[in-house]
């Protein structure tokens, strides 16, 4: 059996190697390094893959967070509400823009927003709810939309992990994460489900003046070529990572499905053992692609499992260890206004499974084989 990896890139190169290959030198060859033809033809396949109108390329996800959130015009502390249970960049990109942060606690099956506790967070100075789509599942949208629709809120959805998962509205309707809010940012790094060879990012809208106003922003909010109208930054998708992308987004569908598979294999190997962990929940509004496969571990045992797996050679990690109401980066923006237990609590119970495109099902299995001798 191959050494166990918590991700595994190079394998994944080597089975598109020639098309990538290709596509990369094609790049080098042109000269085109800043806006080529790549940087085009794959914000257009996005847009066709996600049904998002607009496609708007830019650097990172975090800057696709901040991009958005520049783009609202917003005050000063104004208020974001943002997940208490996720990874930093929504927080920080909005304490960078002198915004304050309202945690909010998530429901612990699907480790995304909870909406039962969502409204009572809301002050009148709260402008922007921005959910998460965590680990590969949408957050229950339909009620967030409505919330945000009662008080007049802006939604920016933070879709870095699940691109590809699908919401249903309860009303059979359908839509990609990402698209459904004012405005959605993806991630393009390496280990997100469709990951560059580098940094790289967009921002979907459906709404063609604001996408105008995101493009501005991300290019120097220059209005014409050395006249700027608004404040920018310099946010660009290398063509190089473009290039890489549109090799990639060909894949997708097929790296989701390979994802799955490997989940339903640890779901049917690991669900007896209801005394120590849980499996993660499938809510019936939204698809899962699997960028994490992440357990909650009972009684306390997620230390000591993660030591015994570590010593027969398999990786584990914490996503993630500290909630946003204990980051001292954001100390000072934070406006704690409700219950943050279920957040908490996951932070000391969460442990993810090594989840990529290359596992083999004998890898898988050895794994499950030694959390059942736990
Ligand atoms: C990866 C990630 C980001 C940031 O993306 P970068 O491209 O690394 O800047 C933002 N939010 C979440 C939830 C992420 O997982």
């Known amino acids: 059996m191959e050494p166990i990896l918590m991700m595994d890139l190079i394998p994944q190169y080597r089975r598109m190697q020639a098309e990538m290959d290709e596509a990369v030198l094609g790049v080098i060859r042109s000269g085109q390094y800043i806006n080529g033809d790549a ?23 975090t800057d696709a967070l901040q991009i958005a959130l520049m783009a609202f015009d917003l005050q000063p502390g104004d208020e974001v509400i943002v997940p208490a249970f996720t990874f930093i960049a929504a927080a920080e990109a ?21 909406v039962q506790k969502l409204e009572s967070l809301i002050s009148p100075k709260t402008k922007v709810i921005v959910p998460v789509h965590l680990f590969g599942q949408t957050a229950d949208m339909a009620p967030i939309l409505s919330i945000a629709r009662k008080y007049g809120l802006y939604v920016l959805e933070d879709n870095a992990q699940s691109i590809g998962s699908v919401y249903t509205f309860p009303d059979g309707k359908q839509q990609q994460a990402g698209t459904i809010g004012d405005s959605g940012i993806l991630s393009f790094f390496p280990t997100k489900n469709l990951g560059c060879y580098g940094d790289g990012g967009a921002l ?6 604001f996408a105008r106003k995101l493009r501005m922003i991300a290019l120097h909010g220059r209005s014409q070529k050395y006249f700027h109208e608004i404040i920018g930054c310099n946010s660009r998708l290398d063509t190089l990572q473009a290039a890489v992308l549109m090799v990639k987004l060909r894949y997708l569908d097929a790296c989701i499905q390979a994802r799955k598979t490997s989940a339903m294999q640890y ?14 929940y499938c809510i019936p ?5 699997y960028n994490q496969y992440t357990l909650k ?6 230390d000591k499992l993660q030591k015994y797996l570590k ?4 990786p584990t990690m914490v996503y993630y260890p500290t909630p946003l109401q204990d980051q001292p980066s954001v100390g000072k923006y934070l406006k704690l206004r409700g219950d943050l237990s279920e957040s908490d609590t996951l932070c000391r119970s969460v442990l993810s499974l090594p989840m990529h495109t290359e596992l083999t099902a004998e890898q898988i299995r050895y794994i499950i084989k030694q959390i059942m001798n736990f």
């Open 311 to 314: 010593e027969k050679g398999i």
């Open 285 to 289: 509004c939204s698809t899962h692609v």
């Open 39 to 61: 940087v085009r033809s794959f914000s257009d396949a996005l847009s066709e893959y996600t049904g998002s109108e607009f496609v708007i390329p830019c650097a990172n996800g």
């Open 94 to 114: 909005a304490a960078l823009l002198q915004l304050n942060l309202v945690p909010a606690d998530v429901d612990p099956r699907t480790f995304n927003i909870d």
């Open 204 to 209: 979907l809208t459906g709404d063609a003046s």
């Open 267 to 280: 779901d049917a190997g690991l669900s007896t053992r209801i005394d120590l962990l849980e499996t993660p």
């Open 297 to 302: 571990i009972k009684n306390g045992q997620r």
